[in-house]
Antibody, heavy 119, light 111 residues
């Protein structure tokens, strides 16, 4: 089971970035998926999650209206489209699998991709 | 609701430490609590799920519990080893608004 994030980098305030998470080693289309972020030196913060079919999503208030989670169950890939980025969005973004349907426990976690919002 | 953890705890090798996670509203028994370990420079890994269940591969030195009287969950690590030095996060889910809650994290130092 592996989750590999990509797409992070340096972006100016107000800019956009799309993160991807390539999943392998399990039946991706059977699992809810999550994005969790961690600002430098800080704790874990939930960002968004999506159901296995991709037709239900939820977001933290801090990103609602700016971020969009989506998935492609053919390509086994999870996405996070991030618009109107702010300095407080600077963080490592982890892609995480819900271990078993309905259980809400998160395993495994990807290695993370760093997003830096700065001018 | 919010999950409150102590900022740091410490213990000596071979000893036992307990990390608490207090739920500020609602009952701790309402939803399951998970615990994650994050070693420096690494991604989090799960050590306890559904209050007290240990995933395969996690040493039996790790145990979880909930206490309704204090409205808290606890992670207990016995026989402390230097490799246990890490940040530990509790986690739960609010089914009312479908949000995911993490505690602020506790830094465990093995002296």
């Amino acid at each position: 089971v592996q989750l590999v994030e990509s797409g992070g980098g340096l972006v100016q305030p107000g800019g956009s970035l799309r993160l991807s998470c390539a999943a392998s080693g399990f039946t991706f289309s059977s699992h809810w998926m999550y994005w969790v972020r961690q600002a430098p030196g800080k704790g874990l913060v939930w960002v968004s999650h999506i159901n296995s079919d991709g037709d239900w999503t939820n977001y933290a208030d801090s990103v609602k209206g700016r971020f969009t989670i989506s998935r492609d169950n053919v390509k086994n890939t999870l996405y996070l489209q991030m618009n109107s980025l702010r300095g407080e969005d600077t963080a490592v973004y982890y892609c995480v699998r819900e271990a078993f349907d309905g259980t809400k426990w998160l395993d495994p976690w990807g290695q993370g991709t760093l997003v830096t919002v700065s001018s | 609701f919010i999950l409150t953890q102590p900022h740091s705890v410490s213990g000596s090798p071979g000893k036992t430490v307990t990390i608490s996670c207090t739920r500020t509203s609602g009952s701790v028994a309402d939803t399951y609590v998970q615990w994650y370990q994050q070693r420096p420079g690494s991604s989090p890994t799960i050590v306890i799920y559904e209050d007290n269940q240990r995933p395969s591969g996690v040493p039996a030195r790790f145990s979880g519990s909930i206490d309704s009287s204090s409205n808290s969950a606890s992670l207990t690590i016995s026989g402390l080893a230097t490799e246990d030095e890490a940040d530990y996060y509790c986690h739960s889910y609010d089914p009312d608004d479908h949000t995911v809650i993490f505690g602020g994290g506790t830094k465990l130092t093995v002296l």
